[in-house]
């Protein structure tokens, strides 16, 4: 790029700032859809064909771990590619495991199953992964609000997908398909829309248009120079990351297992759906106000409220009578808002700490230990549930989103994170 003056670099960044949320929300919109179809219905389809509630959250576990590989995947191409290559393959990959799904569920197949199941949680991957992308050329202080413009779009295809579940489901029925193995039909359709949308329109890549403007080309493998605070950024990678991986702990393991308890007790696939619904609106509605607060008072105060949040959850959801479809969606609401208010602050931190040139190989590996962690809660989740009791799990879930109180002490002093400024000056 020749010597261009800080007027037009300042023009290029805001216009493309303003093109990529626009593009990405329309692809949020469309994945949101994919992401929550399938994990309404995942852990029973898995029940149904193993015969079995002991092992349902395997499907939870394997798509987790999907998204964990595909997180690492998608950080590291976006590295090396920019944000549209790398988005758009997660997706699509993603769409491929959902119809792997379907046709494990025709042919009754449980590798199959299993294998798709992996394959899928790149979709899921993908979408958590899109929300960085609003954030390359985002100023410092409207960090929580770009992620938070991303998120918030998730909410319309979100809340829509376990909405359709049955009638998803009657469709299937008609084709001869397994009913439980509709709504995957749909996470299919939408991953695939949503990844072809970002191939086609998300030009030019924020993440190179980003690196342009801060005089920072790198090479794919090259490491970055150490920054002076180098210190300080580790810390606050490793706040953020904490915090992302207990709230999402607590969140995979709790709404894992509440559609089998809720159809163990006699409800319906459209009282479920409802409810997931309500859960994954919450996960996703709030943003707005989420991003707010985090930018005005510091991610700080955000965190402890995810803690609080999550705890009151857990407390409700172990207490709720099984028959009470109102305070089961009261619980799910607050153990969505929780994660929204883990997800938006640690988002902020992590983005805050690490340099433009290594953030998307960065914020790659900080998701893979997220989705990870979401693997590890959905495994146990099934066992907990179990051996004891769905009150116990959410019970142990609550109790284990405290852990974020202490983890602050790393930040101790600081409101936030110093975040990498962006320049506009020459480059080159």
């Not at 994945?31 to 994990?39: E, F, I, P, S």
């Not at 002490?409 to 110093?418: D, E, I, S």
Request: hydrophobic share 50%; aromatic share 4%.
């Amino acid at each position: 790029m020749d010597t261009t003056s800080p007027a037009r670099l300042g023009d290029l960044r805001t216009s493309t700032q303003r093109r990529t949320l626009i593009v990405v929300v329309t692809s949020q919109i469309l994945g949101g859809a994919g992401l929550a179809a399938g994990v309404t219905v995942g852990a029973l389809l898995t029940k149904e064909m193993l015969g079995s509630s002991r092992f349902a959250g395997l499907s939870s576990a394997l798509f987790t771990l999907g998204s964990a590989a595909a997180a690492l995947i998608v950080g590291r191409v976006s590295h090396r590619l920019g944000r549209r290559t790398g988005l758009s393959i997660g997706y699509l990959a993603g769409a491929a495991g959902g119809a792997g799904v379907v046709l494990a569920a025709v042919t009754d197949s449980l590798p199959l199953l299993f294998v798709s199941m992996f394959v899928y949680g790149s979709g899921t991957a993908t979408n958590l992964q899109a929300r960085y992308a609003g954030t390359d050329l985002a100023e410092a202080s409207h960090r929580g609000r770009a992620v938070s413009t991303i998120m918030v779009a998730t909410t319309f295809g979100a809340v829509a997908g376990p909405n359709l579940v049955e009638v998803m489901g009657d469709l299937a029925a008609g084709w001869g398909i397994p009913v439980l193995a509709g709504p995957f039909i749909l996470s299919s359709a939408a991953f695939a829309a949503a990844g072809l949308f970002l191939l086609a329109f998300l030009r030019p890549d924020p993440l190179r248009v980003a690196r342009q403007l801060q005089s920072e080309p790198v090479a794919p493998d090259e490491e970055a120079p150490l920054e002076p605070d180098r210190d300080m950024q580790r810390r606050g990678i490793l706040v953020g990351a904490t915090v992302m991986v207990v709230t999402q702990i607590v969140m995979v393991a709790i709404m894992t297992m509440t559609p089998i308890h809720m159809i163990d007790h006699g409800h319906g696939l459209g009282q479920t759906g409802m409810v997931i619904a309500i859960h994954v609106a919450a996960m996703f509605l709030p943003s707005p106000l989420t991003g707010m607060l985090a930018d005005r008072y510091g991610r700080i105060p955000v965190v402890v409220a995810a803690g609080v949040t999550l705890l009151a959850a857990g407390i409700l959801a172990a207490l709720a009578p099984a028959d009470s479809v109102v305070l089961l969606s009261v619980a799910l609401a607050l153990l969505g808002l929780g994660w929204n208010f883990g997800l938006i602050s640690g988002t902020a931190i992590l983005t805050d700490s690490t340099p433009l040139a290594t953030r998307a190989r960065t914020q790659g590996s900080v998701d893979l230990c997220i989705a990870l962690a979401g693997a590890g809660g959905g495994i146990v989740s099934g066992m907990v549930v179990a051996s004891s009791s769905f009150a116990v799990l959410s019970l142990g879930g609550g109790l284990i989103a405290l852990a974020l109180i202490p983890v602050l002490a790393l930040n101790r002093g600081q409101a936030r994170a110093k975040p990498e400024p962006m320049r506009t000056g020459t480059t080159s």
